[in-house]
């Protein structure tokens, strides 16, 4: 009888010993790591906030069931392919990029980590997409089809300046999507009876002189083209624009917040909330090349009507129904 209870003893005591290694292999489960290139500057971001945002709906906590690393550039675009390269060597399971300047950074960096990228103005054209419907690659995500509306921009200026013959193109050469936006309006300008002054700057030394140049030329309006340099510096450039008393229509809201004219374009920061949605598809396994790119269905009209008056421009009620948000 003693026999037979040893035997059993021995049996127990073999499987608990079995399934203890098991136990104690037994790992946490794996909190999936985002990595998150920055154009701008630590600190308080509507961009980085709308992202966040776009997680939390979607469940998911930063620090509990999700870790985001931020490399931020600090407005110097010479630094993106840099951060890009450190991101890459944490190996996030995402690389979440902003902006057509971090999106090629990032894609130069990585042809294998998953890219979601936001606010690009022309996915395609920039090179970061084989097509919309089908990305291919590692990259996906949303684009603002930025450079297809210079038409519309153009006639919001002739709206406001019905005379206006010259308009002035403040761009960054070095910046892509600046690049692809002049060549919409290029493209759109003769159609409209409309002259273009393309103006370089690279840095905040030439915004000054950008707009002395306009001003001898006789500019009679400024389109400012969004990208990492003007949006460092929105506050100087918008305070040239009012100094020169020149309307401008800006490629981005933040500069009509700061006391800019009018802006006329997608909401870029709705785009960084969407963003969260194709990184929630990716880790569930998601492959990005097969992932459309979203193109904006909605732009949005700001008008400041305090600046138009500043500038003594009378708004015309067409152009005032038309607004979808109007600053007074």
Known sequence: MFGIRRREFITLL?????????????????????????????GPSPE?????????????????NINIEYRFASGRVERLPELAAELVHLKPDVIVSPTTAASLAAKQATGTIPIVIAGVADAVGAGLVASIARPGGNVTGLTSISAELGGKRLELVKGIVPTASRVAVLHDPADRSNVLLLKGLQEAAPALGLTLQPLEVRELGEFEGAFIAMSRERADALFGAPGVLTFKHQKTVVGLAAKSRI????????????GGLMSYAVNFYDQCRRAATYVDQILKGAKPGDLPVQQPTKFEFILNLKTAKALGLTVPPTLLARADEVIE
């Open 247 to 258: 309307p401008t229509l800006w490629g981005h809201r933040q500069f009509v917040d700061v």
């Open 14 to 42: 073999g499987g608990a010993a079995t399934a203890w290694p098991l136990a104690a292999r037994a790992q946490p489960a794996k909190v999936p790591r985002i990595g998150f290139l920055h154009y701008g500057s630590p």
């Open 48 to 64: 980085v906030d709308a992202f966040r945002q776009g997680l939390r709906d979607l469940g998911y906590i930063e620090g509990k």
